[in-house]
């Protein structure tokens, strides 16, 4: 069964199918990279050691919004 044959019986399926496919292709989609997760978790430990150390000035979280 190819793509647009899916698709199609994909759009036959009650609302709550629907809702339910999309979900679960969206899950499939999502999976955790445990590289990344590692480099964001060094680069995190590294801007709180900034800070700590007064190496890393912060700004309000409505300051940095504004600037947006």
Not at 48 to 58: I, K, P, S, W
């Amino acid at each position: 069964m190819g793509t647009t044959e899916i698709i199609e019986q994909a759009l036959k399926l009650k609302a709550s199918e629907r809702s339910l496919l999309i979900d679960l292709l969206h899950r499939s989609l999502d999976k955790p990279d445990p590289e990344i997760d590692r480099v964001w978790r060094e680069e995190a430990m590294r801007r709180v050691t900034a800070y700590d150390e007064g190496r890393l000035e912060c700004v309000s979280m409505e300051e940095a919004f504004r600037d947006m």
